[in-house]
């Protein structure tokens, strides 16, 4: 594997591991979010223009699209949240407990 | 031979030159009533010459008009049949009809409204000749409704009143609930018999099928007051008695029964349908015989006997005796409505007073309307002799004689006696002994607008059971020989009524008047038949028909089935299924450490 891709790799799996391990709020799990989805859009534009393969050009955009929306939605859940709680520390999602 | 036709469509269009004469200035006018009066003599005096060719050469006539339409093969025209019913029908009613036209100049003297009343009366009497001269069964249809019109508009003449309109009401309902039977017949005959004509309907009937009798017999039944559809003739008393004389007594409660006389040719063939009318009419006779025994209203104790009488009629059809209950028509209409005239008149005379406990003592009072109650009472028990006697008789005498049903001829023989006891009932609490009115009454029967018709009724009541029968051509072979405890029949029977009504007047005359027992309130509530059926059912129909609408059809199969069932069942199985603490970043952390673990392995241990 090239250097290039070794890197954005790195990026991936540094943000998928900021987003399962973080302390106490909700927003950095939305934002390693974002950054996974970046690199792997990253990933994909450099991988479809390396090997010439420009008729998947379709798919990072379209993965672009819906990174968007469901931006949107957990923006949206945050705000729920920062409503009932007055913060968005993790530990107050306890609701579904038996 | 040329007179017959012009005499009977003289007769018709002499009746509605009235009604054409209402738009004018003379409607307004004290000479209106006496106007309609004289032109209903003139019809009936008109009416006599086609009767009596009739009864010389017994020559039937058919008058067919007008082409009013064809529809497919069906040919509708303005058809009168004349025949030995509706020559013979015409002159009765034409008679009582001028009678009551001219007792209710002085019955309804001080009303308003007293030549609309006459105009009414009249419309009633074209529409009944219309029904009683139809050829087919649509110009029968017309004359049919037509009387259930004037019927209603005559119960509630005095509108202001609330039970009036509710009598009215009741009598339409009644009415049509008979009214789909008829209508069944009516589809039968189109789709079976391509006809709507009587000559066609008779000519075509060969394996004949119960369904149109079947429908004809409801019709009957509820324009005849038969049980199951009776409340409405006792309620109809609510209209004055000019009404209750001239309609539900002699000419429109019969109309039932004249349907079913005309259509004698297929019922003379169809056992069940003649077994069916005949427990139906002997079940009306005696029941409504024991409703009349505890009432207090005099104009409801005669109009159950009408119901009683009816019921005498529906049986003696049952009987495929036709022609002697047609007989029987003709002569109940005399003394019937003579009974509603004096009563009319004790009624006015006592200021308005209707309850028999409140009468007493007319005996001297009122001689002439004694003598034409008493006499009247008299015919309608079957005092030999008199009119009730030539139908009433030989209706016993048939039935006493004739393979038939012997329950509904035990409660006919009952209903016979049950007759002379409320008639005795009713002679001795108005006329006999002292007066229970207040004292103040003005009483007089001198004007002559009120004693000619009861005595031109009084005469028809004595004599035209005579000059009936014996100027009837017959039409089946009278019954000559049978034992002479079955002739005595209807004579014991009335006279055991007789004695028992006046032995117990004369044991109980002076004793306190006792807590009504349960007998007599069944009697006195008419079996508690209007107080259930006018409750019950409707109330159960209501609550179905809510339950059914907004229960079934909005709440649960718009609105539960789908949307609130899918949201229910998320609920519950999220609630089911899920099993946790809420500790997300350890479940984070070991998602973590387990992709981790499986990318090693599967890299490094290939």
Redesign the interface.
């Known amino acids: 594997m090239s250097l290039v891709h070794i890197n954005i790799l790195m990026a991936f799996t540094m943000s998928l591991t900021g987003l399962l391990m973080y302390r106490s709020h909700l927003m950095s799990a939305l934002l390693c979010l974002e950054g996974m989805v970046l690199s792997l859009f990253i990933l994909a534009t450099l991988t479809i223009l390396n090997s010439h393969f420009t008729l998947a050009n379709m798919m990072p955009i379209i993965l672009l699209v819906f990174a968007a929306c469901e931006a949107a939605i957990g923006l949206a859940l945050l705000i729920m949240i920062s409503n009932t709680y007055g913060t968005d520390y993790v530990q107050n999602l306890n609701l579904l407990q038996c | 031979m040329n007179l017959f036709t012009s005499s009977i469509l003289l007769t018709l269009f002499m009746l509605t030159t009235p009604i054409m004469a209402s738009s004018t200035n003379f409607y307004k006018s004290n000479k209106y009533q006496h106007y309609v009066k004289n032109m209903t003599l003139l019809a009936f005096i008109i009416s006599l010459i086609p009767t009596t060719m009739f009864i010389h050469t017994n020559q039937e006539t058919l008058i067919s008009n007008w082409h009013w339409i064809t529809i497919h093969t069906l040919k509708l025209s303005l058809s009168f049949k004349m025949d030995y019913f509706s020559l013979m029908f015409m002159p009765v009613a034409l008679f009582i009809t001028w009678s009551i036209m001219e007792f209710s100049i002085w019955y309804m003297h001080s009303d308003p409204n007293i030549n609309q009343f006459f105009k009414y009366l009249l419309i009633f009497l074209i529409t009944m000749l219309i029904l009683t001269t139809a050829n087919n069964l649509f110009q029968l249809f017309i004359g049919w409704e037509g009387v259930g019109i004037m019927s209603f508009l005559l119960i509630g003449w005095w509108f202001g009143r609330s039970d009036a309109n509710t009598a009215a009401l009741q009598a339409i309902l009644y009415n049509r609930i008979g009214d789909i039977g008829f209508l069944l017949s009516m589809t039968w005959f189109l789709s079976n018999m391509n006809t709507w004509d009587l000559q066609q309907i008779f000519m075509l009937d060969q394996n004949s099928s119960n369904i149109p009798l079947m429908g004809l017999t409801p019709a009957a039944a509820g324009k005849s007051a038969q049980f199951g559809l009776h409340p409405w003739l006792p309620s109809a008393m609510e209209g004055p008695t000019p009404v209750s004389a001239l309609l539900h007594s002699s000419t429109m409660v019969v109309a039932g029964i004249f349907l079913l006389i005309r259509f004698y040719p297929l019922m003379e063939n169809n056992k069940p349908v003649q077994t069916m009318v005949l427990s139906l009419g002997a079940l009306t006779t005696l029941f409504t015989a024991i409703c009349a025994l505890t009432q207090n209203d005099i104009k409801k104790i005669i109009a159950f006997s009408t119901s009683s009488q009816l019921g005498l009629m529906m049986v003696t059809i049952g009987l495929n005796q036709p022609h002697l209950a047609f007989l029987h028509i003709c002569t109940h209409a005399f003394f019937k409505a003579m009974l509603f005239l004096c009563s009319g008149s004790i009624i006015h005379n006592l200021n308005n007073e209707q309850d028999i406990r409140k009468m007493g003592g007319l005996y001297k009072i009122l001689p002439f309307t004694t003598t034409a109650l008493i006499t009247g009472c008299l015919a309608l028990t079957g005092m030999p002799f008199l009119t009730g006697f030539y139908s009433k008789d030989l209706i016993i005498e048939a039935a006493t004689s004739s393979y038939t049903n012997a329950w509904a001829l035990l409660l006919t023989l009952i209903a016979t006696s049950l007759t002379a006891i409320y008639s005795t009932r009713i002679i001795s609490l108005t006329l006999l002994e002292q007066p229970r009115f207040p004292p103040l009454m003005s009483i007089n029967e001198t004007n002559p607008l009120l004693i000619n018709p009861i005595k031109r009724l009084l005469i028809g009541s004595i004599f035209a059971g005579f000059i009936l029968s014996n100027n009837m051509p017959p039409m089946t072979t009278p019954l000559m020989t049978m034992p002479l405890h079955l002739k005595l029949t209807a004579l014991m029977m009335t006279i055991l009524g007789f004695i028992l009504a006046f032995e117990i007047n004369t044991y109980s005359k002076n004793l306190k008047y006792p807590h009504p027992s349960n007998a007599t309130n069944f009697s006195t509530l008419l079996g508690y038949f209007p107080t259930i059926m006018h409750r019950l059912p409707p109330h159960l129909v209501l609550t179905m028909s809510q339950k059914l609408a907004t229960s079934m059809l909005d709440l649960t199969w718009t609105e539960a089935i789908l949307p609130k069932t899918t949201a229910y069942i998320q609920l519950k199985a ?1 609630l089911l299924t ?8 350890l479940y ?2 070991s ?2 450490i387990t ?1 981790t673990l499986t990318l090693l392995s599967f890299n490094y241990l290939e």
């Open positions: 999220s899920s099993n946790q603490k809420g500790l997300i970043k984070f952390l998602f973590l992709m």
